[in-house]
């Protein structure tokens, strides 16, 4: 079972008047298979986390321990803008952070095309595809490698409503049918309580203010009753905390 | 927007702060001592080596060419001959530029794109010196030479430059004005002449680098005066020390174009890319 | 249900469409030029402006040998004149490009060495070839030395600029996702690194020959003995307009093959996974892809500059 551990991580930039705060004192435990949301306006800090979280930044003070039954876990990413080498084709693309081109691994990458309905597409480069399918791509990559947890940050901002839409929806196929542990960054609250268990909410400055739980059955439908009145609720809680209005 | 963990003193700063400030002002004093470091290496042993392993007529040191400098100036040379060369440049460049900037508009029509494009394309790839040599071969000492030379090596910078700010501008704040029903003149000024700001510098200044070097060519083959003249003479006369003091006054002037004039405008065709990046 | 969509009649009828299309305007311009050029030979006052018909037997002349006309004793036809120029340009191309690149590597990835070389690459930048072509010619007398030195000193900084600039501007985010994949070190240099410094090589590549090639004919007409540069000045001194017409035409055809034959086709095949254009944007790009490339490269403190502008053609 994977686990992500975060203990009073504390992270600031900049110094004197300029100095600025990202992250403070932040404590957390997410653990198995669990899709959690990360959930806040811009400016509170959720990209940061995201980049402590993935070794592409490092922290102020604090620690932060991802592991899958007693080693390192191995964790995927989704990026806002899919990353993808505009230079390599679509399977290169994803063969480009295996460990190796074996059979094996092709085929692999070949499977994980096919559920993001992309089979086809191998051959194709990044800059022949829409927006839409490049992010499908860098879905499929992440997935691909197998890992034990996967961490998303913002992968659907970008879209337009149509296609976040069915992206949601096969995401969602794709952590039930392995999973997986997911950390899932927005700033949109619908999309949050639609796709995940728990949701966390930050605020700006950096501070984890609250931790709500969704106990809705899989999967939902946004134009559901139930989800629709989750949402409400999720949505006052912001307003309590005075998130909305600044 | 700073959130503070503490209230701190107002001139008191935290280690961590210092530690930053002292970092940033390490980086800057590396960066002008290997600056200076180039200069005196360079400079050093040119000195060093002029005289003793140069032929010193061939290469005079730093220190000779300085000195001749002044020399230049007393004499009235060193305006004189400037004012001529600038004289031309001003005519040759300011005929292009102007035919470069009516030709960039034009090329909105796809016919008069068509028209032009190979004028264009030729004029881009050319060298300079084919342009004087013809244009000198055929008109000789007369000013249609030598505005034919630099008319033919610029307008195309001119016209390329200026057709892609035309081809840039943004269509959706045309739009927005025009909804709002703002008067065309105004929608010129407030729209479309900032936003070509950046473009119609860019042609001037590469315009204008250019037209210069085909300007001094044109003198060497055909003028009594200006700089590419003095140069020529110069040169013919193994006045070497004087070829260079004329080679250092070209640079001194390019350096004064570039950082007094053209930086201080620069600043203000491009604030509106500023805040864009920023 | 009626249908509410009509299809408009088709706009142009066939003569105007003929005429009115862009295609027309270019075929037409030769012919104005002709025309222009005839023109000026009935109104100008001098006895050496040719027709275009005498440019076009000289060029014809030179090209099959029957002109009659020997430039030296060794090499003494246009195809001798035109096979020494490009053997000194290539040279010269090679060396600035080896020498330019290493020094441009190190100027990207250490901000001393940068600071160490910045102005001195900035005076070499706007030094005009006139002045290596005339020290040098002077310097080495009337042999290769010149023409070579010249292409190298002309080319070098371009080289040096752009290979910097790729340094300085190879794409963070996707290190940072190879790295947050752990893709091994090795992987990254080929797959991200070098894939991305590759427009900004290619802009050094294409700018060390064409900027070189200029300075070549300077140095060849200032000093040298031999070569196309010289060639044409021989028919200056002559005071033969039809030559020195003929041999600019025979520059600018040599410059346009350089730039179609060479230089798309390498874009063509290293850029393969660009998006597509549109067979219209390819058509206008043809010469926007010189300027725009051109004066590639930012300086923020230049003495005289370059320019990167739109990203320098990424």
Redo the contacts between chains.
């Keep these: 079972m994977a686990e992500i551990k975060v203990e009073d991580l504390h992270k600031e930039f ?8 990202a992250l403070e004192k932040v404590n957390m435990e997410v653990r198995g298979h669990v899709f959690v949301s990360i959930v806040g306006p811009s400016g509170c800090g959720k990209s940061t986390l995201l980049n402590i979280l ?3 930044e490092t922290p102020s003070s604090g620690t932060v321990t991802i592991t899958q039954d007693n080693r390192d876990a191995e ?3 989704v ?1 806002q ?1 899919a ?1 993808l ?4 084709t679509v399977m290169d693309n994803l063969l ?2 295996q460990k190796d081109r074996s059979d094996a691994t092709k085929d692999r990458c070949q499977k994980y095309l096919e559920m993001v309905q992309l089979g086809d597409k191998g051959d194709k ?4 595809l829409s927006g839409g399918m490049q992010q499908r791509v860098g879905i499929a990559r992440a997935f691909s ?1 197998e890992p034990d947890v996967l961490f998303m940050d913002e992968p659907f901002s970008h879209l337009d409503a149509i296609t976040a839409r069915s992206l949601r929806r096969e995401l969602h196929e794709m952590w039930r049918q392995t999973r997986k542990t997911v950390l899932f960054v927005t700033h949109d609250v619908g999309e949050a309580v639609e796709l995940s268990n728990r949701i966390l909410v930050f605020a700006k ?1 950096g501070k984890l203010e609250d931790d709500l739980q969704i106990d809705l059955p899989f999967p939902r439908d946004p134009a559901d009753e139930d989800v629709a009145v989750a949402k409400a609720q999720v949505l006052r809680k912001f307003e309590e905390l005075d998130l909305v209005a600044s | 927007m700073a959130t503070t963990l503490e209230e701190k003193a107002p001139g008191v700063r935290s280690a961590e702060e210092e530690r930053l400030i002292a970092l940033r002002r390490r980086d800057t004093r590396r960066k002008w001592f290997w600056r200076i470091a180039g200069y005196v290496v360079v400079l050093g042993v040119w000195e060093f080596l002029s005289g003793r392993m140069l032929n010193e007529n061939l290469l005079p040191g730093p220190t000779r060419i300085v000195e001749t400098f002044p020399q230049l100036i007393e004499s009235g040379r060193f305006f004189s001959s400037f004012g001529a060369t600038l004289t031309r440049i001003g005519v040759g460049f300011g005929l292009a530029f102007l035919f470069g900037v009516i030709l960039g508009i034009l090329t909105q029509s796809r016919w008069i794109d068509g028209f032009f494009k190979d004028a264009t394309t030729i004029s881009l790839v050319s060298p300079g010196l084919i342009w004087a040599l013809v244009g000198l071969v055929i008109w000789g000492f007369e000013p249609q030479g030598w505005i034919f030379a630099i008319f033919m090596t610029t307008f195309a910078l001119v016209t390329v430059n200026i057709a892609e700010g035309i081809r840039a501008l943004p269509k959706d704040l045309m739009d927005m004005s025009r909804a709002f029903g703002v008067s065309t003149a105004r929608r010129q000024r407030e729209i479309v002449i900032p936003f070509l700001a950046p473009f119609i510098f860019t042609a001037l200044r590469f315009g204008f680098s250019i037209g210069w070097k085909v300007t001094v060519l044109t003198e060497v083959f055909s003028s009594n005066k200006g700089i590419g003249f003095e140069m020529r003479v110069a040169s013919q006369l193994f006045r070497m020390d004087e070829f260079f003091t004329w080679v250092l006054s070209f640079f001194v002037f390019a350096l004064f174009l570039e950082k007094v004039v053209l930086q201080r405008y620069e600043n203000k065709f491009f604030r509106w890319r500023e805040e864009v990046v920023s | 249900m009626s249908t509410v969509v009509t299809t408009a009649p088709s706009s142009r009828g066939g003569l105007r469409h003929v005429v009115g299309s862009p295609l027309t305007a270019r075929v037409l311009f030769p012919f104005v030029v002709i025309g222009v050029w005839y023109l000026i030979y009935y109104t100008i006052d001098s006895r050496i402006f040719p027709t275009p018909q005498e440019v076009v037997v000289f060029m014809w002349e030179e090209v099959t040998l029957t002109s009659g006309v020997r430039y030296g004793s060794v090499v003494s036809n246009l195809y001798g004149m035109f096979l020494i120029s490009i053997a000194r340009l290539t040279v010269g191309f090679f060396i600035a490009l080896g020498v330019g690149t290493v020094v441009g590597l190190a100027m990207g990835l250490s901000k001393s060495v940068d600071a160490f070389f910045h102005d001195w690459v900035m005076a070499i930048l706007a030094m005009p070839a006139l002045v290596w072509a005339l020290f040098l010619g002077l310097a080495f007398g009337f042999g290769h030395e010149a023409p070579v030195l010249t292409v190298i000193l002309a080319g070098i900084p371009f080289v040096i600029i752009n290979v910097r600039e790729g340094v300085r501007n190879t794409p963070k985010e996707l290190f940072d996702m190879a790295r947050a994949f752990d893709v091994p070190q090795n992987k990254i240099t080929r797959h991200v690194l070098l894939p991305s410094l590759m427009p900004f090589f290619f802009a050094a590549i294409r700018y060390a020959y064409a900027i070189g090639w200029k300075g070549l004919v300077i140095a060849e007409v200032f000093g040298s003995d031999r070569g196309m540069g010289w060639t044409i000045k021989f028919w200056y001194d002559a005071h033969r307009a039809k030559g020195v017409i003929g041999y600019a035409l025979f520059f600018i055809i040599f410059a346009l093959a350089l730039e179609k034959l060479v230089f798309d086709r390498l874009a063509d095949r290293a850029f393969k996974w660009r998006p597509k254009m549109s067979a219209v944007e390819l058509a206008e790009g043809d010469f926007g892809a010189v300027a725009a490339e051109g004066f590639l490269v930012v300086e923020d403190q230049a003495g005289i500059d370059a320019t990167v502008s739109k990203g320098g053609n990424l």
């Excluded at chain 1, 080498?85 to 390599?88: A, I, V």
């Excluded at chain 1, 480069?125 to 022949?128: A, K, R, S, T, V």
């Design positions: 900049g110094v004197g008047e300029d100095r600025v705060v993935s070794g592409i964790p995927g990413y990026f803008a990353r080498l505009p230079w390599r480009f952070v480069y990044p800059g022949e490698i400055g």
